[in-house]
């Protein structure tokens, strides 16, 4: 609740970012930290607004105002305790989340909205620095195991769940570190991967079982998944989208996430074959999500000689749009630090061909123009504008755009029932596939999404197969006013 004038008092201060000319230079964070002083002063704007929609705008229910609350009264290891009666990891969130609370702050109808997702950033790193947040290992061991495949947020908080609950817990991944999407899809600039291993570090002293480079379908056989009592699959959603589009197959036209994943591998000196590189290119990033804008960051600092974003959809609004009036999620023009960096953002217009060389590589983009009708009751239909052809040099086209749903090895060979939209279905809620000891949780389950998503949903899932295994479970709920297992 902060203090009762802070709002009238306090305007809202966000954290700096380094110039852009110092940090494309680098792959670091970049970010410059407000003091302790105004950070208990944006906990102080918090305003006792009796029915507070933050934490129900937040997926996870984090307890806003109440950590805000012993933010401005300085009491840091309480608001860390708030904070992660409800997160797991809410250094993640507090870097990377697109802050749905925020949107949904009382303050907010009149004035910008209380700095929740920095408060929150703030609070984990002074635990951390604190050496508050420490192993919690569970008193005792229920004798049940458990399998997680996957390792990215959703899979991480389901395991680190589950092995507080008392059961052991082993958590497959087939890429060669930890992460899911944190570690090789996000980059480096934006989440500096020693703040994952810093909590894995933790996850392996409370004795969850981390087993890399094992690719359960393909170099693990699935029946050995029948050893463990429970399963919980939290694989992400990673069959990428293409285009039906002439010339995709040019030498040139690359995925996004091969393009990010080479490069965060070559930060941390990985080998990484004939690494697609946008230095003095023309790169043209298909798709104006985060993965568009991820591609637009690393362009920049891989030294592109111009970067060009294509969206087919219209440019959305500066403002709220009326459509998705307070509390709701805004539909809303977004403009990243990445973008910041230097890109021509372009909405509205579809690629027709990528053009080649005799040799097959990629010289430029033929696009249009278009419109999208909309007749009520039917869905949109895109047109083209006549006479808007146009042809843009491109010696790299980046494909970021999005993901279809998760890939279906594991349902095949498992036996488990898609959705329509092929993920892999389990109502919400419960998280139990149509084999009983089977769970899903996160992108598999509910598509692509986001992190505090996947957090929420791996917490979820590992209470329903507490509930499953034992019949009962200790484990928090979001509906629920805490954890039961405090920092
Ligand atoms: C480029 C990019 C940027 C993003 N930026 C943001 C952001 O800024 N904020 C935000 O909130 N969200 C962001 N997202 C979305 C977010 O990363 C995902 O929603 C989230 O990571 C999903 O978590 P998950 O645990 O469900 O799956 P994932 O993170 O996808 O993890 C799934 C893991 O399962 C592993 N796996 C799959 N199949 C198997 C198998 N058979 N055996 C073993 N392992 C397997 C995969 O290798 C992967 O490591 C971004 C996504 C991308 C691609
Ligand atoms: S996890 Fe995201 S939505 Fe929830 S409080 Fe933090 S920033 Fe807000």
């Known amino acids: 609740m902060g203090k009762v004038t802070g709002?009238?008092?306090?305007?809202?201060?966000?954290?700096?970012?380094?110039?852009?000319?110092?940090?494309?230079?680098?792959?670091?964070?970049?970010?410059?930290?407000?003091?302790?002083?105004?950070?208990?002063?944006?906990?102080?704007?918090c305003m006792d607004c009796g029915i507070p929609f933050c934490h129900s705008g937040c997926p996870l229910g984090n307890l806003i105002p109440d950590f805000n609350h012993m933010v401005h009264q300085g009491e840091w290891q309480k608001a860390s305790w708030i904070l992660h009666s409800t997160n797991n990891f809410p250094e993640f969130t507090g870097r990377l989340c697109p802050a749905p609370c925020e949107k949904s702050c009382v303050l907010g109808i009149i004035e910008d909205p209380v700095s929740i997702e920095n408060i929150e950033k703030n609070i984990v790193e002074r635990a951390f620095k604190e050496g508050w947040i420490k192993p919690q290992p569970p008193k005792t061991r229920t004798g049940k195991t458990i399998a997680i495949v996957g390792?990215?947020?959703?899979?991480?908080?389901?395991?680190?769940?589950?092995?507080?609950?008392?059961?052991t817990v082993t958590v497959f991944e087939r890429d060669d570190e930890i992460g899911g999407l944190l570690r090789y899809g996000i980059p480096n600039f934006k989440l500096e991967k020693e703040i994952i291993d810093r909590r894995i570090a933790i996850l392996e002293a409370e004795g969850i079982s981390f087993k890399v480079n094992v690719n359960v379908g393909v170099n693990y056989d699935v029946k050995e998944l029948k050893t463990f009592d429970a399963v919980v699959l939290c694989g992400g959603a990673t069959e990428r989208r293409s285009l039906p589009t002439p010339g995709i197959d040019a030498d040139g036209v690359v995925q996004a996430m091969d393009f990010l994943t080479q490069q965060t591998k070559v930060?941390?000196?990985?080998?990484?074959?004939d690494q697609v590189l946008a230095t003095n290119k023309d790169v043209i990033v298909i798709g104006g999500g985060d993965t568009g804008s991820d591609c637009i960051g690393t362009s920049n600092r891989q030294g592109a000689k111009s970067v060009t974003n294509f969206e087919i959809m219209p440019k959305p609004p500066g403002h709220r749009s009326p459509t998705t009036p307070w509390p709701f999620w805004p539909l809303q023009l977004k403009t990243s630090s990445s973008h910041e960096e230097g890109v021509e953002r372009n909405w509205l217009i579809n690629t027709k061909e990528f053009v080649t060389d005799t040799n097959g590589k990629l010289t430029a983009l033929k696009t249009v123009n278009v419109e999208w009708?909309?007749?009520?009751?039917?869905?949109?239909?895109?047109?083209?504008?006549?006479?808007?052809?146009?042809?843009?040099?491109?010696?790299?086209?980046?494909?970021?755009?999005?993901?279809?749903?998760?890939?279906?090895?594991?349902?095949?060979?498992?036996?488990?029932?898609?959705?329509?939209?092929?993920?892999?279905?389990?109502?919400?809620?419960?998280?139990?596939?149509?084999?009983?000891?089977?769970?899903?949780?996160?992108?598999?389950?509910?598509?692509q999404s986001l992190i505090v998503w996947a957090i929420s949903e791996g917490r979820e899932a590992a209470r329903q197969v507490d509930i499953y295994l034992m019949g009962k479970s200790d484990l928090a709920s979001k509906d629920m006013s805490g954890d039961l297992v405090a920092l």
């Open 373 to 447: 009708k909309m007749v009520p009751g039917e869905r949109p239909q895109l047109i083209e504008v006549e006479g808007t052809e146009k042809a843009w040099p491109c010696d790299l086209a980046l494909l970021a755009l999005g993901f279809t749903g998760p890939e279906s090895t594991l349902a095949d060979q498992l036996g488990i029932e898609k959705d329509a939209r092929s993920n892999y279905k389990a109502e919400y809620g419960k998280y139990q596939t149509n084999i009983p000891n089977i769970f899903t949780a996160g992108d598999m389950r509910r598509g």
């Open 267 to 273: 930060v941390f000196g990985k080998e990484v074959k």
């Open 151 to 167: 390792s990215g947020p959703a899979g991480l908080a389901a395991a680190q769940q589950l092995n507080r609950a008392g059961h």
């Open 7 to 45: 709002f009238k008092e306090f305007e809202r201060q966000d954290e700096a970012y380094t110039p852009v000319k110092d940090r494309v230079k680098h792959y670091k964070e970049f970010t410059v930290s407000l003091s302790e002083s105004e950070i208990t002063k944006q906990g102080s704007r």
